[in-house]
Nanobody, 118 residues
């Protein structure tokens, strides 16, 4: 229903930073809640952060509070995740996802690998 493409993953050392981006196409981006999730090998996918349609309501998992910031640009159909103070346990594939307001996430990107070395 909406195509999502993540970019910005890579390899960083502990304490470093990365900025992930997600570009959406095929739907009206400004009406969507956008979220970031991650999945490490052998573990379930977990919530990281999300932003409502206008960015006024940003929510973060405890793992992200104080370190990660979600932002969006509705004019460019993008959502970003700024990740600072990265830790080895942040190593995972990160996915962006789209949802209608107060609804379930219905589409997902292909994921981008984030690896944090100690």
């Amino acid at each position: 229903q909406v195509q999502l493409v993540e970019n910005g993953g890579g390899l960083v050392q502990a304490g470093g930073s990365l900025r992930l981006s997600c570009t959406a196409s095929g739907r009206t981006f400004s009406t969507l809640t956008m979220g970031w999730f991650r999945q490490a090998p052998g573990k379930e996918r977990e919530f990281v952060a999300q932003s409502n349609w206008n960015g006024a309501d940003a929510q973060y998992a405890d793992l992200a509070k104080g370190r990660f910031t979600i932002s969006r640009d509705n004019d460019k159909n993008t959502v970003a995740l700024q990740m600072n103070s990265l830790r080895p346990e942040d190593t995972a594939v990160y996915y962006c996802a789209a949802a209608v307001q107060y609804g379930p996430y219905f589409d997902w990107g292909q994921g981008t690998q984030v690896t944090v070395s100690s």
